[in-house]
Each structure stands twice: as C-alpha cells, then as structure tokens.
C-alpha cells in the first residue's frame, strides 16, 4: 500500500444521510451502525515527496474500497486553517449527505506514556517536552495520561503550554512510582482512573479567540466525564490487559466530540500473543470508528538489545512454566500461564516488539518513530497531519451490525503515490458502556436465549466480600473443562487448536444489564501436549462491585471451534451495609497456587501475599485423594466496636450439627480484614454431602455464611 508521494490518513466515522437532499442534519454524537442509513467518513491527509500538503486533489482522483469493493464517494473538501476560519460555516452541503459540525476543525492530542524504563522514561519525557514547546497550532487542545495498568489524566484538554509541561514531568514521576511498586512491593489501593475535574477551568485555558469557545468547552467537558465513565467500565469488565483496553476506552471517549483526534503513544514495545490478539484489533477498530489516529513512539531510541532480551525472557519462563505442568501432571485445575504456554512459546516468534507498534500506527491512520534518539522531531508528523485534510464520506456496502471486520482501501489516481489508510472498523452495535467486541455478538445472543442451551457443563461461583465505596464486592469464578471443547488437529503440523469465549452478564430485577465481562481464549501447541491440557480446566476470574439490590448473573460459556454453546443462570442478592461484623461467601478450598503477576491482584480477595487460593466449584472431594478438607473465609470487624471478633465453624448433615470449632483469630490486617483457613481432616466425613456454616460475632452483632460440599470414598 506504499508508494512515494502521497500519505492518506483514514478515519472511520460515520454520518447521517439527509432524509432529503440538500436538507442539513446535526450530526450523531457517536458512530452509529444501522443498516440504510449511515455513511463512513474518512479524514485524509495527502502529502507530497517532500512532505508538503497537496490543496489541489480532485474527487475524480479518490477511490474508497470497502471488503474489496468500490463504494461511491458523497462528499469531498479541502479542510485545513484554524475553527475560526469563516469557511467552515460557508462549505457547500452536498445533496443527500449532512456536512459535519463546524467543530470538527477542533484537533485533539492526547500524551499517553505506557509502562516505561528508567532509560524510556528520559527519551519519552525530552520528546513530549520537545513538541509541547513549539506553538500549538491554533484549534488544537492538548491531555496528558498514564498507563499504569490503569487510564490515569494527568491533566485535562487545554492549550496551557506550561501547565501540560508539569503533567508530562508528573506523568514521568507517575511511572517511576508505580515501577518501584511492581508486584512483590506493597502499595495502596489507587482508584481506577485519577480524572482531573471538568470544571477545573483548563479547558477555558484558550480565552475566547476561538470559535464557538462555549460549544467547545461543553464537549470538551462531556468527553472528560464520558473518558472517566468508559475508562472505569472497560477496566473492571476486560482486565485481561493492562495497554490495550486502556486505550481502546480512550479513544471511544473522544467518539462523540466531531474532529480529528491523535493518540501519542510513549511505549517501549508491544507483545501480541493470541490471547490478546482480540483486544489489539478492537482497540484499532475502535479508534478508527472514533476518528482517532495513534501515533506510536518507541521511546527506547536506537536501543534494540531489549527485543533480543524479552525473546529470551518470554523463552526462559516457557520452560519453566512447561517444567511445573509436567510435574503436576495434568492434576487438579490448570492454570492460565500452563494452558496459555504453548501461546507463549509461539509469541516469542514475534520477538520484535516495534511490530506491534508500527501496526497499531499504520491501521489507524499513524505512523511510527523510531530507532532515533531525537523522538521529538518526529512527533512533527502529528502537527502537520492534522492541520490539513480532506473530508470525503461514502455509503457502505452493509450497515448491519453483524461483528465482521469492514476492510478499507483508499486509492489516489496519481503516479508515484503513497497512500496509508486506516485498516477499517469491526460492525458492531454503539454503546455507552465498554465496547462489544465481535466474539461477544454470539454470546449475547445465546444469552437471551429461552430456553437456555446446554451442550456442555462448566461451572460457575459469586462469592461475596465486603461492602466498599463503589459497592459490595464479588468474584465471579467459572470454571470449563477443557476435555469438553472441541479441539481441532492439523496432521501437517501436528498442531491442535481450540478456541472458547466466557461472558458473564450481571442484569438488575428490570432486566438492565449493569456488567458485562468477558474474555477470549485461543489455544494451540503440539498435538503431544493435548492429554495433559485435556484434563485441566480453565478458570474466568473477575471482580465485581453492586449496590444493593437483586440480580442475575448470566454466565455463557461457548465454544468456537464447534459452534455450541451453554448459559449457566444464578440469582444474587445485595443488601444494605447494616453496622456490626461482616463475612464473606465461605468457600471450599480446590487448591493453593502461587500467585502470578496480575494486574488485578490488589482486588483479588483470593490472593494472600504471594498466595492464591481457588474455590471448589461443587467439585466432590475424594478421601482417597485428600487426607483434609480446607475452608476459606474472611471477617471485616466493624472498626466503630471494640469488641474482639470470633468465629464458629460448624459442618451439618441435614438438621443436625455433626461438629464445631471456635478456632482463635489473628489481628486484622491493614485493610482491616482477618482471612482464615480452616483445615479439616477427611476421615471423620463418611461419604455424602454435607453443609459448612461459618459464623461471626463482634458484640451483639452476628452475621453468617454457608456452603455445600460433598465427600466421595
């Protein structure tokens, strides 16, 4: 797609077509796919050899391809200069297509820094601080953000030079802080995204020389407000990466406010393994349905010793991982680094890791900089392509929402050009909330089905915490044997491969859905290594906040490889904080791993230290196979009493209590909380099932929970 004059920027928005031509209509506040009455916009950037923007591009001269096929092109204009120009409210309407609003001559540039090194973060740094001092083109408004396994705003849209230099020096420190707090360090709990304020008054930073400068602050307000609403949505929905969701959630924020938008991403590389391909080419769709162009920055300058060092890395922990599943031989559940290992030896194929950067650049209409140690004069690029572009909008070929990926070709009928486009979009449904991504279609849809399918059984658990600020806390854990999917096997390459997709869909007593959570799971290696996958299981874990109130918790389970399907359905129940001791879901312990390095592992109530404990799912329990039966349960002291807390474990056979224990507790820890197991020897169960209360009094108060489990020979 690479030729010599001329680079072409595409972004895929959408606008409404009149009901009757030369009839002007406001456009949509997002990107909307209804079959019949969208039309893609594309925002182009032609350039010539020299890098000169071309003002003299015919319409005759353009050629959009969508899914390989020509569409006729609506509109076509020259927009370049600052909002204030007086064309904007003077562009002809072309018949049958609404022009865009005029703020769409407003050009936003978000600073985004990932996960750096010492040595990234000084290259990063001097580059952002390079660009913010040179003058900021008239119309363009300018925030600063973080990556920290969270979307943090350093600070909000404005054309306040000196204030957006303190928030790149704050972002750098941000960083530095939060990489001395890794995993093995302690840290405090942090909110999920640290917004500044809308009514902070940076956004009026401009004065009022611009355009429409009220409209502008009101949008620009909305998009801050709605970056905090997605950005929380899709971190507690998709924590299956701590990059790619981030930004996928900012750059469907800025959907609503029209105009061209430019992501600047500070990274030091990325690794796609399967597991995460789905995230990677949402987040592309999703900036290209938003009109956002990712600008990606390498910010390890000429150093690329560090791929050869990750390949390495990645290899290394491949055997060990491969060396602890040989050794459990396929026993009890199986963890995600042992079922993902085989994903993790072939991603080490990929070992370099600007790869993914320069694709996450050029399918969004960006580019790259790289291997220079001036990064700043590079970042150029993103003043000059958004200063100059051509609007141009066609009909596409389908407009239902169907999940599938819509390819587009943009093609310039001059010699020698060069033309970079956006890759395309997925067609999917607009929502307020984290995006749909397209294995997510099948499971709604199986969701809503009556009566539910069943083709295959997997478990599923709620298991309740304490209550907190953003609700009462469960985890939801569903556990699918993998003996039961359907495994392709290439005899060639002795290869097998299986994929399967979990949603979990929680919905109020109206029928609302409040979240939804989901994850992708593709898995392939050698065709010797299936016996052993087989006969573990993968677990979907996520957290879950809800405030008082009665729910259902929809689980579907389907698997790709073979089209099928399963729902699972269990109601829960919310209620008041009420003042007094509280205590957690009760829950049968299955086994005791060692905790990996999650990026949720500061909210996993499971996870003690470098421990993690996984729950029984009605799994029975052989004496045979096991001398003792534990129990986990954790008490929240009420902190207004200073009656010390005690706890009562008893196991029933029906009515009648069979025994009790009144074990001694430790000091609550510094979130204020006592964890206990209790340990149980498996011989004086005979064989049945058998119900294990846990029961808590600090006072006069007493709150309780129980469990079933069952004992086999």
């Not at 072409?8 to 796919?33: D, M, N, R, S, Y």
């Not at 069979?658 to 964890?675: K, M």
Request: charged share 25%; no cysteine.
């Amino acid at each position: 797609m690479r030729s010599s004059l001329v680079t072409a920027l595409v972004a895929a928005t959408t606008v409404t077509l009149a009901a009757q031509a030369g009839t002007p209509q406001a456009p949509p506040a997002q990107p909307v796919f209804r079959t019949g009455t969208t039309a893609v916009m594309l925002d182009i950037v032609v350039r010539d050899k020299r890098g000169r923007p071309i003002r003299d591009l015919r319409q005759d001269e353009i050629s959009v391809l969508e899914d390989g096929v020509a569409r006729e092109v609506k509109t076509f204009r020259l927009v370049e200069g600052a909002p204030a120009d007086a064309a904007v409210s003077a562009a002809p309407v072309e018949a049958g297509v609404v022009q865009p609003d005029p703020l769409r001559r407003i050009t936003l540039v978000s600073l985004v820094f990932d996960h750096l090194t010492q040595n990234g973060r000084k290259m990063a740094l001097k580059a952002a601080q390079d660009y913010l001092k040179k003058p900021m083109p008239p119309g363009q408004w300018t925030a600063v953000f973080t990556l920290d396994n969270r979307l943090r705003m350093q600070h909000d849209f404005s054309r306040d030079t000196p204030a957006l230099l303190a928030a790149v020096d704050r972002a750098n420190t941000a960083i530095k802080e939060d990489a001395a707090a890794l995993p093995g360090a302690s840290r405090e709990k942090s909110k999920p995204t640290d917004f500044a304020s809308p009514g902070s008054g940076e956004i009026g930073a401009a004065g009022s020389a611009t355009a429409g400068q009220d409209a502008i602050e009101t949008q620009f307000r909305d998009t801050v407000e709605r970056m905090q609403t997605l950005a929380t949505s899709v971190e507690t929905s998709q924590r299956g990466h701590a990059t790619f969701y981030p930004l996928m959630a900012l750059a469907k924020a800025q959907a609503g406010l029209e105009g061209r938008k430019a992501i600047v991403f500070f990274s030091e590389g990325l690794q796609v393994p399967t597991s995460v391909e789905e995230a990677f080419k949402a987040a592309i769709s999703e900036a290209n349905r938003s009109n956002v162009s990712i600008y990606t920055v390498d910010a390890r300058g000429l150093d690329t010793s560090r791929d050869l060092a990750a390949a390495g890395a990645a290899l290394d922990k491949a055997g060990r991982v491969s060396q602890g599943a040989m050794a459990k031989r396929g026993a009890g559940g199986t963890s995600m680094d042992e079922v993902q290992n085989d994903d993790l030896v072939l991603s080490t194929f990929h070992a370099n890791t600007q790869a993914a950067l320069r694709e996450l650049a050029e399918d969004t209409g960006g580019v790259m900089v790289a291997n220079t140690n001036d990064l700043g004069k590079g970042l150029d690029r993103v003043t000059t392509d958004l200063s100059s572009y051509y609007e141009i909008a066609y009909v596409p070929q389908g407009g239902e929402a169907d999940g599938k990926f819509r390819s587009i070709e943009v093609r310039v009928a001059r010699k020698g050009v060069d033309v970079t486009s956006r890759s395309g979009y997925f067609a999917l449904p607009a929502t307020d909330t984290a995006p749909i991504l397209p294995y997510e279609l099948p499971l709604l849809a199986a969701a809503a089905t009556t009566p539910p399918p069943h083709a295959f059984d997997f478990q599923v658990g709620a298991f309740r915490f304490h209550d907190t600020p953003q609700g009462r806390q469960f985890t939801l854990v569903a556990e699918v044997p993998i003996g039961g999917l359907t495994v392709k096997e290439d005899k060639k390459t002795k290869q097998y491969n299986l994929r399967f997709n979990v949603m979990a869909l929680v919905k109020d007593a109206n029928g609302g859905v409040v979240e939804r959570l989901s994850n992708s799971y593709p898995l392939e290696g050698p065709i010797e290594n299936l016996p052993g996958i087989q006969r573990g299981n993968v677990i979907f874990k996520r957290q879950l906040w809800l405030k008082p109130g009665r729910y259902t918790l929809t689980t579907v389970v389907r698997d790709q490889e073979g089209d099928k399907t399963s729902v699972r359905q269990v109601p829960l129940r919310v209620f008041p904080e009420a003042p007094g001791i509280d205590i957690s879901t009760v829950a049968v312990i299955k086994k005791i791993d060692k905790a990996g390095d999650q990026a949720d592992a500061v909210e996993d109530p499971f996870r003690s230290g470098p421990m993690r404990i996984a729950p029984s799912l009605s799994t029975p329990i052989s004496k045979a196979e096991n001398s003792q039966i534990s129990a986990f349960v954790v008490l929240y002291p009420d902190k207004a009493m200073n009656d010390a807390p005690a706890l009562t474990i008893e196991f029933a056979q029906g009515a009648k209590v069979i025994g009790h224990s009144s074990p001694a507790l430790e000091a609550p820890d510094a979130q204020g909380r006592i964890a206990y197991v209790a340990t149980f020897p498996t011989e004086g169960f005979a064989p049945g099932t058998y119900e294990l209360r846990a029961i808590a009094r600090q006072g006069a108060s007493q709150d309780e929970t129980r469990t079933t489990f069952t004992v086999v020979p």
